[in-house]
Nanobody
Framework: QVQLVESGGGLVQAGGSLRLSCAASGSTFSIIAMGWYRQAPGKQRELVATTSGGGTTNYADSVKGRFAISRDNAKATVYLQMDNLKPDDTAVYYC??????????????WGRGTQVTVSS
């Protein structure tokens, strides 16, 4: 099993910046992809950004040009730099990892989430 610990959420004014971090730990695993999703009150969870093992990144249209995802493979940590934040970015942000476990089986884990609140 792989555990994810997120940090970096908080309250910020519109136009401000935050940096989220998510560190993976646990038994032997091989990362396929790591990413961030978010869920606002009354809405479904949605993709924000992902990064795969080959370095390919994918962003939601709503965050392109404002958010940047990066990964430190040595630390099994993924980051989300969020600039020019807007009130619509307010949500609980969840880290996700897709990986091959020790037996070679495909699996996925979620973090517990970190709150990001952007005031107008």
């Amino acid at each position: 099993q792989v555990q994810l610990v997120e940090s970096g959420g908080g309250l910020v004014q519109a136009g401000g910046s935050l940096r989220l971090s998510c560190a993976a730990s646990g038994s032997t695993f091989s990362i396929i992809a790591m990413g961030w999703y978010r869920q606002a009150p009354g809405k479904q969870r949605e993709l924000v950004a992902t990064t795969s093992g080959g370095g390919t990144t994918n962003y939601a249209d709503s965050v392109k040009g404002r958010f940047a995802i990066s990964r430190d493979n040595a630390k099994a940590t993924v980051y989300l730099q969020m600039d020019n934040l807007k009130p619509d970015d307010t949500a609980v942000y969840y880290c996700n990892i897709k990986f091959y476990g020790e037996s070679g089986s495909y699996s996925s884990s979620w973090g517990r989430g970190t709150q990001v609140t952007v005031s107008s």
